[in-house]
């Protein structure tokens, strides 16, 4: 029987909400997060909501921290069956003005935080013949201007996802990535840019989703069943991709003149140069 589930970033925003749903099925689930609050608060609702489970702080950054997470899973739940990876933080600033720090800090999470999950996890998704779900972003597939740090950490998450779809039919681990267009959550408390008026920019944007966080993991719940291997929860986003796949050039020059706009906002911003 599959019912056991381990979430990074389980303590806020989307990781909680996939908790929560898998949790109405009354599965098990190993959360973590670097937030312990959060994480007491999700295995809470979690109970509440027909599930149980354990938490365990777990910095996606340090292998050893995740190993040490896939140890705990074994000894708590004799093994795992879906593992989320879907710990990620948010930025923003155009390429001209972001820091290489900017670049480290937002690869080493959004990317190498994937990847490292994946690795510290194999072993056990080997032997149960498991899940893995990776949480991208439509930032995989749409390159939008002032986020270039995020837009490769998150293609990085969808190619990594891409290849082992590949190499891990044969071991008959599946694996599947979620591409979301923007959506309230927590996320912005993680902003990290060169240009503080970016934030209130993604702000605007987290807030104008028709759909919210618990959508979005009814709709990754029902797709994983379905054996849907890119799961795009938003419309929009579905009808920009099919746009971008039938006409690249159309949607690289909406990117562009996006890119000028937000420029002419910034230096009005700062009183023109
Ligand atoms: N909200 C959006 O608009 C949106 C859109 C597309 C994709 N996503 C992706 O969804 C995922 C979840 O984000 P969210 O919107 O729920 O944001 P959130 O901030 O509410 O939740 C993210 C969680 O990740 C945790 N986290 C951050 N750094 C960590 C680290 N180094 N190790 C372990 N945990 C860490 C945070 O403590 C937080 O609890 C992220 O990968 C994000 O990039 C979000």
């Not at 354990?54 to 340090?62: G, L, S």
């Not at 969808?158 to 267009?181: D, F, G, I, K, N």
Request: charged share 20%; with cysteine.
């Amino acid at each position: 029987m599959h019912n056991r589930m381990m979430i990074t970033g389980a303590g806020s925003g989307l990781g909680r909400e996939i908790a929560l749903r898998w949790a109405r099925e009354g599965w098990q689930l190993a959360l973590s997060d670097v937030n312990e609050a959060g994480l007491q608060e999700t295995l809470r609702l979690v109970r509440e909501a027909g599930g149980d489970g354990f938490v365990q702080r777990c910095d996606v950054r340090d292998y050893s921290q995740l190993t040490a997470l896939a140890q705990a899973c074994e000894e708590k739940l004799g093994g795992i069956d879906v593992i989320v990876n879907n710990a990620g933080v948010a930025s923003g600033g155009f390429f001209s003005e972001l820091q290489l720090e900017d670049w480290d800090w937002q690869i080493a999470i959004n990317l190498m935080g994937v990847v490292k999950g994946c690795k510290a996890f194999l072993p056990l998704l080997e032997q149960s013949k498991g899940t893995i779900i990776n949480i991208a972003s439509m930032a995989a597939l749409m390159q939008g201007p002032a986020m270039s740090n995020y837009n490769v950490a998150k293609a990085g998450v969808l190619a990594l996802s891409e290849s082992l779809l590949a190499e891990l039919r044969e071991q008959e681990v599946r694996v599947h990535v979620v591409c979301p267009s923007f959506f309230q959550t927590n996320l912005l408390d993680s902003f990290r840019g060169p240009t503080p008026a970016m934030k209130a920019q993604v702000g605007k944007l987290l807030e104008s989703s028709p759909i919210s966080a618990a959508d979005i993991a009814d709709y990754i719940f029902q797709r994983v069943a379905e054996g849907e291997f890119m799961i795009l929860p938003h419309e929009q986003g579905r009808m920009a991709w099919q746009l971008k796949q039938q006409n690249p050039q159309l949607l690289y020059n909406e990117m562009a003149s996006m890119a000028e706009k937000m420029r002419a906002k910034a230096r009005q911003g700062r009183g023109g140069e």
